[in-house]
Structure formats: C-alpha cells, structure tokens
C-alpha cells in the first residue's frame, strides 16, 4: 500500500473487496459483521463506507421481501403493479 497515505484511508484491493463481500453474505453472523462495521467498528474509512453500502442494500431487500411478503407473494405484487401502471396511464 501507499506510504504517503494514513492506515484508515489505505485503499482496499480487489481481493480485499471480494472477501468482505462474502463475509457480509454469510447469514446472521455476516450481517452482524456488517453492522458492527457499517456503525464505525471498521478502523479504515474505506471498509466502513463499504460496509455501509453493503447494509443500504440490505434494507431494500427487506424492503422488497416485506413488500411481496405483505401482498401474498410474488404473483400478488406482479398484479399490484401492473393494476397501478394501467390506471396511471
């Protein structure tokens, strides 16, 4: 890595990126990870920013599972939309 950079700005490499990703995808205990490094327990800005990301992305998906959960599955929400879409336009 650079040595005119400080440690917790130090770039992460692409393998550096690829672990993290399969640890964040590990259930339960990788979410757990993720959110420890997303609330500032990653010491470099660059993992803590990835983290982050990672868990923006996560809520949407519990989002989405919630929102097709919460209308009967899949089928009901491809219906939901396309009633919606046609009385818009």
Request: net charge positive.
């Amino acid at each position: 890595m650079s040595k005119n950079v400080p440690d917790n700005y130090q770039p992460i490499s692409m393998w550096g990126y690829f672990g993290y990703e399969l640890l964040f995808n590990i259930p339960v205990i990788g979410w757990l990870i993720l959110l420890i490094f997303a609330l500032g327990g990653a010491s470099n800005i660059n993992v803590r920013n990835f983290a982050r990301s990672k868990f923006c992305v996560f809520i949407i998906y519990v989002i989405i599972f919630a929102l097709v959960a919460l209308l009967g599955g899949s089928g009901a929400l491809v219906e939901y939309i396309s009633r919606a879409a046609s009385s818009m336009g």
